[in-house]
């Protein structure tokens, strides 16, 4: 188990969210579809790094550093006797090819050079340690976790770990002796500690609770062709059932994530949960869960 996993971020739910049920326009939707390839790309990374003998290495991942007012990103740090190892995890899929130190699509198009990312991110990685007074030694390298990658005139001098090269990496690095110590852990928490959270509105278009598709959705497959007996929710895409007390504690979730200063009222969750006919289950449900704030006709729930 990894030193601090990994989790999904609010861009994404909310990107997800949205993407269900609104119209996302175009570029927002190369934003999250480029989110959920990421994401996905880290978590096939994150199956192969759980295969490290947790006793020599210490896996912190998805940090957001600062450095001078300099925010940069590493994906997972492996942190081990001697050599601590920053990866930048891509997943790229199908052919790209390699050009006086740029990468570009087939179509010629230019892809933003992973090299570059890590140059930079290494770079502010060093001042970053060297402020907290760290001398340690560090070797960045970008994986390629897409088995469907392939990079034609691919350079051989690069911290570069392609696909077929990524279980013999980890082989090797699970075989060096390494053992763990208190300075190891204190680097982990100081990186954890250090970690900064920034505002998953800024790359979402802008969205009101109006143009949203209303209804609970499907927990598996995201469809709104459900329907309800007051027990059951049931997904008539892919025959999914969930109990109605749980459908509609996510839909409040959702609608709380995406716009956290709303007040939750039964009105406003019987709306938003539209096939749920009974506005006092609706009352039930709530009272349950949430704590009630004020009174008769003014009551919200927190
Ligand atoms: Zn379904």
């Not at 790359?203 to 209804?215: A, E, F, H, I, S």
Request: glycine share 2%; proline share 4%; charged share 25%.
């Amino acid at each position: 188990m990894a030193f601090r996993e990994r989790t999904e971020s609010d861009e994404l739910k909310i990107f997800r969210i949205l993407n269900n049920r609104t119209i996302l326009p175009s570029k927002e939707k190369q934003i999250y579809s480029n989110l959920e390839k990421g994401f996905k790309g880290e978590v096939m990374f994150d199956q192969l790094t759980e295969g490290l003998n947790p006793n020599k290495f210490l896996i912190v991942n998805d940090l957001l550093l600062e450095t001078n007012s300099t925010t940069f990103q590493i994906d997972s740090f492996i942190i081990s006797q001697g050599t601590h190892f920053p990866c930048e995890v891509k997943n790229f899929e199908g052919d790209y090819y390699y050009k006086s130190d740029q990468f570009f699509a087939m179509n010629d198009t230019e892809i933003q050079n992973p090299l570059d990312q890590i140059k930079r991110s290494d770079a502010l990685l060093r001042q970053f340690l060297q402020k907290k007074k760290y001398s340690i030694s560090i070797k960045s390298n970008v994986f390629f976790v897409n088995p469907a990658f392939t990079l034609y005139q691919a350079p051989r001098d690069k911290p570069i770990i392609y696909p077929t090269q990524l279980a013999k990496f980890l082989e090797e690095l699970n075989a060096r002796t390494s053992i763990l110590n208190d300075d190891h852990y204190k680097l982990a928490e100081d990186l954890v500690k250090e970690h900064k959270t920034i505002s998953p509105y800024t790359r979402l278009p802008p969205y009101d609770y109006y143009q949203m598709k209303k209804g609970p959705c499907c927990m598996v497959c995201h469809s709104f062709t459900v329907s309800s007996d007051g027990t059951i929710l049931a997904c008539h895409s892919c025959g999914c059932v969930e109990y109605v007390e749980d459908a509609i504690l996510r839909s409040v979730r959702e609608l709380q994530l995406l716009f956290p200063d709303i007040k939750i009222t039964t009105n406003l969750i019987f709306e938003w949960c539209q096939v749920i006919e009974s506005r006092k289950q609706i009352r039930r449900i709530l009272k349950k869960h949430f704590n009630k704030m004020g009174s008769r006709h003014s009551t919200y729930y927190i």
